[in-house]
């Protein structure tokens, strides 16, 4: 008996029968597309190839691990992204984590931001440089202190992005747990070790670069509304760029909720800052706008200050080092950490810290040396 070769409609008949999950639309032009559509899974997720096509099972393989292939022949063929979590995965988790009312209530917009990057390059990370399947493939049972630590290490050049990657793994899997107290939930970022690193943060701008800005842009400009903004008033850059007239209270107080901290402040405005503000061009609702009269996001902000601090000769001041020189300043001037928390917002002490210790350790260096040049000036005057 002579057997005849199927035709390829029977041959794709044959294969929808034979792939488990797959599905076979058929547009009004009598196209056939497929696509795998996971068990509980909203969306499906396309294979650009016929199933007598070569290359079809790989295709096939990667959407059962709910992964897409790039379409033949397009740019950037070669990655293999993500494009649905699989259930019980790591990726899985993270993506309830990020999607719970706990992390929306508990974190800022920009903050949300911030963390959904940092998670997300965990999950599309591959576990090793050879291996097709992704950190976020990795079941729960099965991600460990090993993968932790992978991740962590994948950025050792930059410690404090490594131990953000350990420390929102933490945070992830210490939800998992208030979240799901009767399952028996093992948190593999727990006991995994910060990297060790020196950094002084920010730049804490000087006297001296405090009037190089000033001479820059006087009184009445964008750039020196902004700095005064950030100068008298110790505050972030998210927050500066909200502030406006609906702040202002009818003696003069500046009263607001921090964005972070969602703290809620009252700052006296100091005669400089209103006399800043006084003379400049500012919009309806904000203080600072753009040239369209638009206001500034955050980051916008932030780039348009560094090319303002460039442009001073100041490449290595920031808008957050005026924060900073603000916190010393008062240190210097003997306030107590309670007192600069009461202006910056914070609430630990050791926060505080951080920005002032290197005024404290000129003032009690100074304090000290009081001490010994009038025990000397005693022993010099006493008789022998």
């Known amino acids: 008996m002579i057997l005849m070769p199927m035709s390829r409609s029977e041959s794709r008949e044959m294969a929808d029968i034979r792939f488990k999950y797959l599905v076979r639309d058929t547009s009004r032009h009598d196209t056939h597309r497929y696509y795998v559509r996971l068990p509980g899974a909203k969306k499906k997720i396309r294979i650009w190839l016929a199933p007598d096509d070569p290359g079809f099972l790989d295709a096939y393989q990667a959407a059962r691990e709910g992964r897409q292939l790039a379409k033949p022949g397009s740019k950037g063929a070669a990655p293999q992204k993500a494009v649905l979590a699989i259930p019980g995965t790591?990726?899985?988790?993270?993506?309830d984590y990020l999607s719970s009312t706990t992390f929306k209530a508990d974190n800022n917009p920009i903050r949300q931001r911030t963390v959904r990057g940092i998670l997300?390059?965990?999950?599309?990370?591959?576990?090793s440089p050879k291996s097709p399947l992704l950190m976020g493939d990795c079941k729960i049972v099965t991600f460990g202190a090993k993968h932790v630590i992978i991740l962590r290490d994948r950025k050792a050049d930059?410690?404090?992005?490594?131990?953000?990657?350990?420390?929102?793994?933490?945070?992830?899997f210490n939800w998992k747990q208030e979240e799901?107290?009767?399952?028996?939930?093992?948190?593999?970022?727990?006991?995994?070790?910060?990297?060790?690193?020196?950094?002084k943060g920010f730049h804490s701008w000087t006297l001296k670069e405090v009037a190089q800005f000033e001479a820059k842009y006087p009184i009445g400009t964008r750039p020196r509304l902004a700095f005064d903004l950030l100068l008298y008033t110790a505050q972030r850059r998210s927050d500066i760029v909200q502030f406006g007239r609906q702040h202002v209270t009818d003696?003069?107080?500046?009263?607001?909720?921090?964005?972070?901290?969602?703290?809620?402040?009252?700052?006296?405005i100091i005669e400089p800052l209103a006399e800043s503000i006084a003379a400049s061009a500012i919009g309806q609702m904000q203080?600072?706008?753009?040239?369209?009269g638009k206001p500034y996001?955050?980051?916008g902000f932030g780039n348009t200050f560094r090319t303002w601090c460039d442009d001073a000769g100041l490449p290595h001041c920031s808008a957050h080092g005026l924060r900073k020189a603000t916190s010393a300043r008062l240190a210097e001037l003997g306030c107590s950490e309670e007192e600069?928390?009461?202006?910056?917002?914070?609430?630990?002490?050791?926060?505080?810290?951080?920005?002032?210790?290197?005024?404290?350790?000129?003032?009690?260096?100074?304090?000290?040396?009081r001490k010994l040049a009038a025990s000397l000036n005693r022993e010099q005057k006493s008789p022998t």
């Open 90 to 95: 790591f990726r899985a988790l993270c993506e």
């Open 120 to 127: 997300n390059h965990c999950w599309l990370e591959p576990i």
């Open 158 to 172: 930059t410690p404090v992005a490594a131990n953000n990657r350990v420390r929102e793994i933490r945070r992830v």
């Open 180 to 199: 799901s107290p009767e399952e028996t939930i093992y948190n593999p970022a727990a006991k995994v070790k910060m990297l060790s690193h020196e950094t």
């Open 251 to 268: 003696d003069g107080w500046l009263v607001f909720t921090q964005n972070k901290t969602k703290t809620t402040l009252e700052i006296p």
């Open 287 to 292: 203080f600072l706008v753009t040239n369209y």
């Open 297 to 299: 996001s955050a980051n």
């Open 340 to 369: 600069i928390g009461a202006i910056t917002g914070h609430l630990d002490p050791d926060q505080i810290k951080v920005y002032t210790r290197a005024a404290r350790q000129k003032l009690m260096a100074a304090s000290a040396m």
